[in-house]
């Protein structure tokens, strides 16, 4: 073993034994390399039974896609959302993005890169990880963009590039959690400019939350227009708005 690797081990173990890591949830030590005790995990409000476009809630555990869905497809490929945005989720993304705990993103982006391990196995996994933008004023005033950041430990497992610079967001939109569904979607249009061609690939859009869908949609339609293949879409949490 290289003694820079055997080093950094050891280096590594010993700060583990000295500063064990400590659940953020219940605060006891957490008995692993992660700050998420076993027994929080399992108690997160993991998703089941959604529909695979979507991520609306099935009746039916025979059922795979929703009623909507099979009158208007679409134009993602794939969706992966993993989350109900209950309690437990909106305190750790809420958070992250209004109180900078990036440790947060660390572990949420950690748990989803695991499951989208599950969801893809024997399935090619997308070329390129692009986030969702902010725009440059909203990203100014809070210093980061928490999809990124949610993107980084997925990057790392899964050995997928982040490509943050291809896909644009050019108006600076109202926040599509202030508005009524049924202005989303004229909210969000022509938000995004995608730059360079991305013929041919395969890419995964990466969000924190999803309600309606017309965030992804609408960056879906820059992104085509540029030549990508196919859109999967990967989101951490899924709320619902009355009636959705």
């Known amino acids: 073993m290289d003694i820079s690797k055997l080093l950094k081990q050891i280096n590594k173990g010993i700060t583990h034994c000295l500063f064990p890591y400590h659940c953020i949830l219940c605060h006891d030590k957490a008995n692993r390399d992660f700050d998420l005790c076993i027994e929080c995990e ?10 695979i476009y979507c991520a609306a809630p099935l009746i039916f555990s025979t059922q795979s896609v929703c009623g909507i869905c099979l009158k208007k ?7 992966c959302v993993f989350f109900s ?25 950690t748990l989803v890169a695991e499951k989208i391990c599950s969801h893809y196995q024997s399935q090619e996994l ?9 725009h440059n004023k909203r990203l100014y005033e809070r210093g980061f963009n928490q999809a990124i950041e949610l993107a980084r430990p997925i990057s790392k497992k899964l050995n997928i590039r982040i490509d943050y610079k291809r896909c644009k967001r050019v108006i600076n939109t109202a926040a599509q959690s202030i508005l009524p569904a049924n202005q989303r979607s004229t909210n ?12 041919n690939q395969h890419v995964a859009l990466l969000d924190d939350v999803m309600t309606t869908g017309h965030t992804l949609i609408e960056m879906s339609h820059a992104l085509y227009d540029v030549g990508v293949k196919r859109i999967d879409v990967w989101c951490c949490a899924r709320t619902y708005l009355s009636g959705n």
Not at 85 to 109: D, N, V
């Open 42 to 51: 399992e108690l997160l409000p993991w998703l089941k039974n959604i529909c």
């Open 73 to 79: 497809p679409s134009p993602f490929h794939k969706l």
């Open 85 to 109: 945005y209950s309690e437990t989720i909106k305190k750790l993304i809420t958070g992250l993005k209004f109180q900078q705990r990036l440790i947060y993103a660390h572990i949420l982006g």
């Open 126 to 134: 997308p070329d390129l990880i692009i986030p969702v933008p902010l």
């Open 188 to 199: 969000m249009k022509n938000a995004f400019v995608a730059h360079h061609s991305l013929a």
